[in-house]
């Protein structure tokens, strides 16, 4: 009925019509009107436009438009920090990865090797190893191992002995996840006080030390005999790329870092020619 009288209304929208209202509960209770439908549509169309000025009037000077302003702009700002939480993670894994970009940069820049690269502390036990090994040949003076240990000329053979096993725990503490390559855990979780010094299982030559995301810094060395240590979740590192640590050295502190870590505590791991052992059996009761 209404979309009849609708259709009935743009069709003759340019007519006069008139519209006659009789009331049958008064006599002679009959009213007419006469209007064309171009000005009906017309006067509509104006009522409706005056409706939503008024809206926007409410809006712009009452409480209410305050309130709804409000609403909006704290879901923009809820949206605008999280884009800028994220943002700032990603800023952080760029800063890291151009820190270690850095790195790789600098040493190939002075090609240095630095498997062969001498501590200080190690100077006597080189010293040691030439009175053994060379009996009543002239020995090396402690300047000229010194001159060897900087111009990068000392010999392998300075740590060709095998680690002794088992040894000492790399930190003091509690035994919190055993070894369980089935489930990819490689290593064995030990719970510390964070920033409990973390030792050397054995002498060798550091030839990572990396920070990530997921595992904080993770320092590996690697000993004779295709043995590799790997300690994960440490706080700081003590130590550079290459330098020769013997047993018992501090290399790092235990730390909660890493996006994998829930606790305090280091992960350490062992590798024998590429393989992932259990290191209990490496490690004294």
Not at 11 to 29: A, M, Q, Y
Not at 154 to 174: Q, R
Not at 218 to 243: A, P
Not at 247 to 274: F, P
Request: proline share 4%; net charge negative.
């Amino acid at each position: 009925m209404n979309t009849e009288l609708l259709k009935t209304l743009v069709r003759l929208k340019d007519k006069w019509i008139r519209l006659i209202l009789i009331d049958e509960s008064v006599p002679d209770g009959s009213r007419e009107y006469q209007f064309l439908p171009r000005q009906f549509f017309l006067g509509l169309v104006a009522l409706l436009v005056s409706v939503l000025i008024v809206f926007i009037l409410i809006l712009m000077f009452t409480p209410l438009g305050e309130w709804v302003y409000r609403s909006k702009e704290s879901q923009i700002n809820m949206q605008i920090e999280h884009v800028l939480g994220r943002l700032d993670t990603l800023q952080d894994s760029l800063d890291v990865r151009d820190e270690q970009l850095g790195q790789i940069r600098s040493i190939i820049r002075l090609n240095t090797d630095t498997t062969l690269t001498l501590d200080e502390r190690l100077q006597s036990l080189l010293l040691m190893q030439n009175q053994t090994v060379l009996g009543g040949v002239p020995r090396s003076t402690p300047q000229e191992v010194l001159n060897l240990s900087t111009q990068g000329l000392i010999s392998s053979s300075l740590l060709k002995s095998e680690p002794i096993f088992p040894t000492a725990y790399p930190v003091d503490g509690t035994i919190s996840r055993s070894f369980k390559p089935n489930e990819e855990h490689f290593g064995l979780d030990i719970a510390a006080t964070e920033g409990e010094q973390v030792r050397a299982l054995a002498e060798g030559t550091i030839v990572n030390i990396n920070w990530t995301i997921a595992n904080g810094y993770v320092i590996s060395i690697q000993h004779t005999n295709g043995l590799l240590s790997v300690y994960k979740h440490c706080r700081t590192s003590y130590k550079r790329e290459g330098d020769v640590v013997v047993k018992g050295d501090i290399i790092a502190s235990v730390g909660n870092a890493g996006v994998q870590s829930t606790a305090s505590h280091l992960h350490l791991e062992i590798w024998k020619d590429g393989l992932p052992q259990d290191p209990e059996v490496y490690l004294l009761k």
